[in-house]
């Protein structure tokens, strides 16, 4: 394990994470706050320590995949660890234990809050909530190696590492230009998306701090009806950006490069768009009988599936007073997530796909034992090892989720609360059923139940592997 | 610059990865998933799984913007279809590794009619790199153009040599040889010689012509101490095959040692001149029989890393004074192999790789110009231009002696190739339609043959 190389990486990010506190301060300087004063200490606080830990080199560049998964968790924890401290110190969330979930929960685009009342927070903590989310989405390190090489040609270790799917690709030949390219499209759709919802006259912080939450799947809301406080065309217009934020950026690619029918033909996509619409067909049926119309129960069916699905979190309907086949349905989608290489989380749907065809093919075998086949995604055969890393993902996730609602249940609430709060956790949605449905909050549960979720958060959006690596003797062994 | 490489064992790897450490945006091709997945992970560079010559794959790779490809998969004509393929498709420069000899007459035709830029042959190289290292004293320093056919020599003039005090203009008549002083540096100065031009002790003379004329040149400045007269060479592959013409055609005796009857029957009927001995080339017995005391230079190039280097160590203890040269593959262990002063290290693929670097700097200094290839010289204080002559102009069809005074300073026609005839300009040579010209020069900045003129 090459110690130094990952100090030094670790104190880059956080000299970036001290750029990034200086966001807030500018909004404290428009409105007038108090509280940018507390960033802009925090900032300079990590400013030092980061750029102390910079100044020498590391002695050795070896670089290898351990490295890059024990960088890349670090990394998380920390910028989580110090972005929490500004909630603190201005005493919008007094203990620190909530202070790092609700940060957590800010970069892995969860979105769930442990605040009981949103509204009273300061514009300026409030911008720094919902940064949190834009930032995580895309990823901290993409951005980083977006902006300077961090460890020579071993980059894609930690790409690898910190990006979501099966099997991380590049767009170009450089992973700095890769990056590139994606923040390039994010921060592109993330303009379009605060240009349209100022068209539909949301108020410019709003649009903001909404485009934010928006764009990297998170769901951390203004007011405390969440979606619910904005009309219906702004909630039209999230609901497409959302869809869209869902789906794998790497296909956005081909559209820059003129290939939109190769576009629609990735199976991902087309999935993920087919159960968006057979979730909202079947949900809007369901709950015809609440709304007036069916075109407003499809609205809504259509912002909650989509928002679930993307694992944003957004809500305009308390969906937890639906009928039980649609909230199953939400919870299935909570499990699946959105595609790979998107700004959502739970285990994906090209996961999904392959774990059905792998089924699919354990039939075949069954049937003719001697049969011989290969699983195929987009007419590409797929890697035999690239189905066993889908398995014991798969495998990981359950038992995650397994072991944690244990833990969970501790705290004596009902077993929907629990469960579903899990699951939400670890899909980085948000809200769950229960207690911690649209309408309410994850305070009630005790630090230890905090913690646990804060774990399954960041497991959640580094795909699990990363933070176990973390706990695994072998890692930290010299040789 | 967007490389694609197709093929990437050996030499495709070791090519991958001097150009990514070079900056440029490289795409690697290979029908091995493993192979490319290994590489990708090392390397900074993009991977595609698939058989480079398909149209589909190629396209994947991006050969419609490609600046440069290059095919190194282990067949010739595999290598040769993807190339022009890639060409058509849009790719601007393809390399492709050819290394059957009897395609030579092909791969000259393949460059002239479809475009193909640069053809490589490691084992070619190889042979190419150990002659030099056979015939030059290891005062000279060389580099070379126009596909091998020209060299340039670099060496100090001394006080004892007959060069010192001796004006350019004099120095034709009174050596009787045939090259171009082209480059002269003194002190830090880097300067064009015209024929007043005198040389003194110390200056650093480069001067440019054909390898035998160079080594004529040289023996008549006496300077050609230390080129051996006869050679043993272990193994009979083709860089032994390629390595042996050379050796011959200037004058080397040569002994191959072979194991295998039937290859040292093709290697008899090829180079009739060359004494082709059927026995196991680590035998000490044999090695004995054949001399290896008193031979003035041993080549080992058996197929086997470990065999070549016992070889070597052997024959050092044996004749402390012959010249050694070792073949060796792996490049992990040369650095060990070094510290046993063994003589010179040859690794194929390294010289393939350092060959094809050198093309893509040239190449990227380039880019929008008639310049066929860009060599610096002397880290980058002199360059040297090739250029082809498309069409007719100022330049052309008449005798060199008529363009006297109207080429810019620090400019110096080094050679014409007519037709792959080297000729080393004169007053009265002339510069015709389709020939290529290096020029040398201390400016910078050209990028048509024109541009000489003032």
Redesign the interface.
């Known amino acids: 394990m090459n110690k130094s190389i990952i100090r030094y990486i670790l104190s880059r990010v956080l000299q970036f994470e001290a750029v990034f506190l200086l966001l807030p301060v500018i909004v404290s300087l428009i409105y007038k706050e108090k509280d940018g004063i507390c960033f802009l200490i925090v900032s300079l606080c990590a400013l030092a320590l980061g750029t102390l830990g910079s100044r020498f080199l590391p002695k050795s560049k070896v670089f290898y995949a351990r490295e890059g998964f024990v960088t890349v968790s670090l990394s998380w924890i920390l910028i989580s660890l110090v972005g929490a401290i500004p909630f603190v110190i201005t005493g919008a969330i007094p203990s620190y234990v909530d202070a790092v979930f609700e940060t957590v929960s800010g970069f892995t685009t969860t979105g769930a809050s442990i605040l009981t009342d949103v509204e009273a927070m300061s514009y300026t903590c409030m911008f720094w909530r919902c940064f949190t989310n834009w930032i995580g989405g895309m990823g901290v390190l993409v951005f980083i190696m977006a902006v300077v090489p961090l460890s020579g040609s071993h980059n894609m270790h930690l790409m690898k590492a910190e990006s979501p799917g099966p099997d991380v690709g590049k767009l170009v030949p450089k992973v700095k230009d890769t990056a590139k390219i994606l923040y390039g499209m994010y921060m592109g759709l993330t303009g379009v998306l605060i240009i349209s919802l100022l068209i539909a006259k949301v108020p410019l912080f709003d649009a903001f701090v909404l485009s934010f939450s928006t764009m990297g799947t998170g769901g951390f809301g203004r007011w405390n009806a969440s979606l619910g406080a904005y009309s219906s065309a702004v909630q039209t217009i999230v609901i497409i950006f959302m869809i869209l934020c869902g789906v794998n950026f790497n296909a956005y690619f081909l559209i820059i490069k003129g290939k939109i029918k190769d576009f629609f033909k990735i199976e991902e996509i087309r999935t993920y768009l087919l159960i968006l619409l057979a979730g909202a067909v079947i949900i809007t049926l369901l709950v015809r009988g609440n709304y007036s119309s069916y075109g407003e129960a499809f609205h809504h069916a259509s912002f909650q599936i989509a928002s679930i699905m993307s694992t944003t979190g957004f809500s305009t309907a308390d969906f937890d007073l639906w009928p039980t086949l649609a909230k199953t349905i939400l919870v299935c989608t909570m499990v699946i997530g959105g595609c790979a290489g998107a700004t959502a989380g739970g285990i994906k749907v090209s996961r999904l796909l392959l774990l059905f065809r792998t089924i699919g093919r354990e039939l075949s075998h069954l049937t003719h034992p001697r049969s011989v086949r290969k699983i195929r995604m987009d007419s590409q055969p797929v890697l035999e090892e690239t189905i066993k890393g889908v398995q014991s993902f798969f495998i990981a996730y359950a038992i995650l989720v397994i072991l944690s609602t244990i833990i969970v249940s501790i705290d004596n609430f009902d077993f929907q609360t629990s469960f579903t709060s899990v699951i939400s956790m670890a899909g980085n949605i948000g809200p769950g059923l229960g207690m911690v449905g649209p309408t309410g909050n994850y305070s009630q549960f005790s630090d230890c139940s905090k913690i646990v979720l804060i774990f399954d958060m960041l497991a959640g959006r580094l795909e699990i592997f990363p933070m176990l690596v973390l706990f695994y003797a072998g890692t930290w062994r010299k040789s | 610059m ?1 490389i694609v490489i197709v093929g990437c064992g050996n030499v495709g790897g070791s090519i991958a990865r001097s150009l ?2 070079e900056g440029h ?3 690697i091709v290979d029908n091995d ?1 493993q192979e490319v997945k290994d590489l ?7 991977a595609i799984e698939g058989n480079g010559s398909t149209l589909d794959v190629l396209l994947q790779a991006g050969v419609q913007t490609a600046d440069l490809l290059i095919a190194t998969t282990e067949s010739d004509e595999k290598n040769i279809l993807c190339c022009l393929l890639a060409k058509k498709a849009g790719t601007k420069n393809t390399i492709a590794r050819v290394r059957n000899p009897e395609y030579k007459k092909e791969i000259e035709f393949i460059k002239e009619e479809l475009g193909l830029s640069m053809s490589i042959n490691p084992e070619l190289s190889a042979a190419a790199e150990i002659a030099r290292l056979l015939k030059f004293p290891t005062a000279i320093e060389i580099d070379t153009f126009a596909a091998g056919k020209v060299e340039l020599l670099k060496f100090e003039v001394t006080s004892e040599s007959p060069l010192s005090g001796m004006a350019l203009k004099t120095m034709h008549k009174k050596l009787n040889t045939d090259v171009l002083v082209c480059i002269v540096e003194r002190g830090t100065e880097t300067l064009i010689p015209n024929g007043e031009f005198v040389l003194s002790e110390g200056d650093k003379v480069s001067v440019i012509g054909t390898g035998k004329k160079a080594s004529l040149f040289f023996k008549a400045i006496n300077l050609n101490q230390g080129k051996v007269k006869n050679c043993m060479i272990v193994g009979g592959g083709e860089t032994s095959f390629y390595l042996s013409k050379m050796l011959i055609q200037s004058g080397v005796d040569v002994k191959i040692i072979e194991r295998d009857k039937k290859r040292c029957e093709e290697l008899a009927e090829a180079l009739p001149e060359a004494i082709i001995i059927n026995g196991d080339g680590s035998d000490k017995s044999l090695l004995g029989e054949e001399g290896i005391e008193s031979t003035e230079s041993f080549v080992s190039l058996s197929n086997h890393d470990e065999e070549n280097v016992m070889m070597s160590i052997y024959a050092k203890k044996v004749n402390p004074k012959a010249k050694l040269i070792t073949k060796v593959h792996r490049s992990a262990y040369e650095d060990i192999i070094g510290d046993m002063n063994l003589g010179s290290i040859i690794n194929p693929k390294f010289l393939t790789a350092e060959e094809i670097v050198k093309y893509v700097r040239a190449m990227s200094n380039t880019v929008d110009s008639d310049i066929e290839a860009l060599y610096q010289i002397n880290q980058g204080k002199a360059e040297a231009l090739e250029f082809i002559v498309k069409d007719s102009s100022a330049l052309t069809n008449k005798p060199l002696s008529e363009l006297n005074g109207k080429l810019k300073p620090n400019v110096i026609i080094a050679s014409i190739i007519h037709k792959g005839m080297v000729e080393t300009p004169n007053g009265s040579s002339k510069i015709l339609e389709g020939d290529r010209v290096v020029v040398v020069t201390t400016e910078t900045g050209f990028s048509d043959i024109s541009d000489i003129l003032e």
């Open positions: 967007q990514s450490k945006d490289v795409t998933i990708s992970v090392e390397l900074d560079v993009m």
